[in-house]
């Protein structure tokens, strides 16, 4: 009996994960904002942000990564949930404000810009939720200007198999390899990508992947 509720437990928040919604949605949100300080340091650091540059942060959730984005000329974030949308505005109102962060509720996987929008690209623990990498990657060519960079973190999968709350009913794992053949099937030309390592607290591996991005003709 305490096994089944733990998995359906599990299964709940691995459910907000996925999409956050409400009340449950907000505590998640802050439990990952802690969790994801090192990630996001990692990712934004990897982005290389120059004062000219328009960033997407596709799954912004809270808006944890944006506040660290102040480099950049223009950020818009977007995200699936109204919750998360709300949130990363409260962390970001000023930004909001003074016309340097923009806001949008929308689907990674039909993203909603124009070609040659975008100069820098975070993805940061979306791809558990990406049945569909190489289309992902297609939508982000289709709005990039040219030498675009896209830098993308998850948890490596060996760190993820006892957490019940993200087990494979809820997230795709990924391993180094995997995560390379992705960017593989994706068109991204070895010269063009790197897959690093980072370790963080309590023993847990994640890994930052960076592709340089070109438009498709």
């Given at each position: 009996?305490?096994?089944?509720w ?12 996925r999409?956050?919604s ?26 290389d ?31 699936q949930?109204?919750?998360?949308i ?28 124009g070609?040659?929008a975008?100069d820098k ?17 297609a ?21 993820m198999?006892?957490w019940?709350?993200a ?6 794992h990924?391993?180094r390899?995997?995560?390379?053949q ?30 340089r ?5």
């Amino acid at each position: 009996m305490i096994e089944r509720w733990k998995a359906q437990a599990g299964l709940a928040v691995g459910r907000q994960l996925r999409h956050p919604s409400g009340a449950s949605g907000r505590l998640v949100g802050t439990v990952m904002r802690f969790a994801n300080r090192k990630p996001i340091q990692a990712v934004v650091g990897s982005l290389d942000l120059q004062p000219t540059d328009r960033v997407l942060d596709i799954g912004c959730g809270d808006g944890s990564a944006i506040a660290m984005m102040s480099r950049a000329n223009h950020v818009v974030g977007l995200d699936q949930s109204d919750t998360m949308i709300a949130a990363a505005w409260r962390r970001n109102r000023a930004a909001v404000r003074c016309g340097r962060l923009s806001l949008r509720k929308g689907d990674m996987m039909a993203l909603p810009f124009g070609p040659k929008a975008f100069d820098k690209f975070a993805a940061i623990n979306i791809l558990y939720f990406c049945d569909d990498v190489p289309t992902l990657i297609a939508g982000i060519r289709r709005i990039a200007r040219p030498d675009a960079r896209l830098a993308v973190y998850v948890t490596a999968a060996e760190s993820m198999h006892d957490w019940g709350f993200a087990t494979t009913a809820t997230h795709r794992h990924f391993t180094r390899e995997l995560l390379v053949q992705e960017l593989e099937r994706s068109s991204v030309p070895e010269s063009d990508r790197s897959v690093e390592e980072i370790a963080l607290p309590g023993g847990l591996t994640g890994l930052v992947a960076t592709a340089r991005i070109n438009p498709r003709d």
